[in-house]
């Protein structure tokens, strides 16, 4: 018990080095020994062994001993090269630069809480206002007659809220361009829903963006989407020929371009981008004065003519035009390469001048215009690899027996094909596809995603088409197969005549809507009677 508590201190004084304690617990040489008898033994003991390891003649592990040196002081003065920059240190400039990623919000966040950045935002190179980056949330209120009572008081209410979240968002964008330095501005973008009647401060808004020659200026007020006249109008007499030159994209929406036949053009203008845009004069004029124009987008605008240039447009190389009343859309892009449209069946495109045309998607609406592919789309698109078509089908396409004209460079095509009523024009309807393999005979990928509204399971008559060889098509994905007799009659016709088919997978799930009814159908059926008619192994059913 005696030697227990002997050994006490002597753990108390290795702990008390071990977790920090005074260094001068610790022995070091010039230091007095330890006083307590305990120290002294521990201290004999240690020494004793030490002198014992040194004399013998094995080998002694010297980095096994502990070795304690007087601290040394260095001085600081040698290492300031090496010190880590300070970030509120660097110039004004350089601060900007790091904070350029920033959102406006952000910015002005951080402008708060450090006053070295407390101007770094003011040379924030993109500059997005909308209702989150200015915490304003503007309700969008429709007068509905015959609204009494409380329906009328919340009505008024909420346009009293709306007004007062316009002006505050007004406001607050005001201020902030008041306070920028106007220079470096890359992208200026407004986002709200602002109409006509806010002209003067987005007539300044636009004058900041030209003068702080902003490369990419949006002005979307979509959120607004009532009457085209109450669209503000795009301010061309704010542009010349000197402050154009650094615009490279606009994008607008729900706004108004009116006539103006003196227009100076943007001479840099790679894309257009126009949504929901009442067009008041034909547009050719303006297309003509932007030369580099590379990407044209036109949505749900209202055009006072068909969409068509006098000259060629000779960098275009994206159009797009969907849901706008158009009748004929006729360019000359010779670096066009994409085409997309969306909307009636009735509308002629003449882009035969288009010889890099590869790929293209045509959507149609509702109509019947399953005709219209194979008669009008060869001489509109002549040169397409890639074409994508959504298109409804409600009667037999005239001339059924006839040959169709040609697809002379297709090689992969997708479609989605809605067959509204297949009893009503007999069991032709689906097996008229087989047509595709004639109008296309350099196809090597069909993929055909079908929704077939009514069912029937005869079979089409065996004379209503003739087998033709084609000797390219390789791959085959047909999805919504339920069974339907037109549909058994189509992956017989392919099987026979694709002498090169690889692969063909046929899956009852449909794509275009959930068929969760007709899928067991669907499956039972492709087993039934597809399996038996695959000669060569290549049918798949999913």
């Not at 109450?230 to 490279?248: A, E, G, R």
């Amino acid at each position: 018990m005696g030697a227990q508590r002997n050994l006490e201190p002597s753990r108390a004084y290795i702990r008390g080095r071990a977790d920090g304690s005074n260094s001068a617990d610790v022995p070091i040489a010039g230091r007095p020994s330890p006083a307590t008898p305990a120290e002294g033994f521990m201290s004999s003991i240690i020494s004793g062994k030490r002198s014992h390891l040194e004399n013998t003649n094995g080998p002694v592990n010297n980095k096994r001993r502990l070795t304690l040196r007087p601290c040394t002081k260095v001085d600081s003065s040698k290492w300031t090269g090496l010190q880590r920059p300070n970030f509120l240190s660097l110039p004004e400039d350089i601060v900007s630069r790091i904070t350029a990623d920033l959102t406006v919000k952000e910015a002005v966040r951080m402008s708060v809480v450090c006053s070295k950045l407390r101007r770094a935002w003011t040379y924030q190179p993109n500059l997005d206002f909308d209702s989150s980056t200015m915490h304003v949330n503007v309700v969008s209120t429709q007068h509905v007659r015959g609204c009494t009572g409380k329906a009328r008081r919340d009505q008024s209410s909420d346009r009293h809220h709306r007004m007062l979240g316009i002006k505050r968002f007004i406001d607050m964008v005001n201020h902030i361009l008041s306070k920028h330095s106007g220079l470096t501005v890359n992208r200026f973008s407004v986002t709200f829903e602002l109409r006509k009647e806010h002209a003067n401060d987005i007539d300044g808004w636009v004058s900041f963006a030209i003068a702080s020659k902003a490369k990419v200026v949006i002005l979307d007020f979509s959120p607004y989407r009532g009457p085209y006249e109450d669209n503000y109008s795009f301010p061309y007499h704010l542009f010349n020929h000197q402050n154009t030159s650094y615009l490279q994209v606009l994008r607008l929406s729900s706004v108004t371009l009116g006539p103006n036949p003196d227009i100076s053009g943007f001479a840099n203008l790679t894309t257009l981008d126009l949504e929901h845009v009442l067009v008041m004069q034909d547009l050719h004029y303006l297309l003509l004065k932007c030369p580099a124009l590379e990407w044209l987008s036109i949505r749900l605008c209202s055009l006072p003519h068909n969409l068509h240039a006098a000259e060629p447009l000779h960098l275009l190389k994206f159009l797009c035009v969907q849901d706008c009343a158009v009748n004929k859309i006729e360019l000359n892009a010779p670096n066009l390469t994409t085409f997309e449209y969306r909307g009636t069946s009735n509308v002629l495109i003449a882009l035969h001048k288009c010889l890099k045309l590869k790929t293209a998607g045509i959507y149609f609406h509702v109509e019947d215009n399953l005709g219209y592919v194979f008669t009008g789309l060869p001489n509109a698109l002549p040169n397409v690899e890639t074409l994508h078509v959504r298109a409804n089908v409600m009667t037999q396409i005239h001339g059924f027996a006839q040959a169709p004209l040609k697809f002379i460079y297709l090689k992969h095509l997708i479609m989605k094909l809605t067959f509204s009523s297949t009893k009503r024009f007999g069991k032709n309807a689906i097996l008229q596809l087989a047509y595709l393999l004639e109008a296309a005979p350099f196809l090597m990928d069909l993929h055909l995603d079908m929704l077939c509204v009514s069912f029937c399971d005869g079979r089409p008559q065996h004379d209503v088409i003739i087998d033709r060889t084609h000797h390219n098509l390789k791959r085959v994905f047909m999805t919504g197969f339920v069974g339907n007799g037109g549909q058994v009659a189509l992956v017989k016709y392919i099987l026979r005549n694709a002498v090169q088919l690889e692969r063909m997978a046929i899956d009852p799930k449909g794509k275009i809507m959930d068929q969760m009814l007709g899928e067991y159908e669907g499956h039972r059926s492709a087993m039934s009677k597809l399996m038996p008619a695959d000669k060569n192994g290549v049918l798949v059913i999913l």
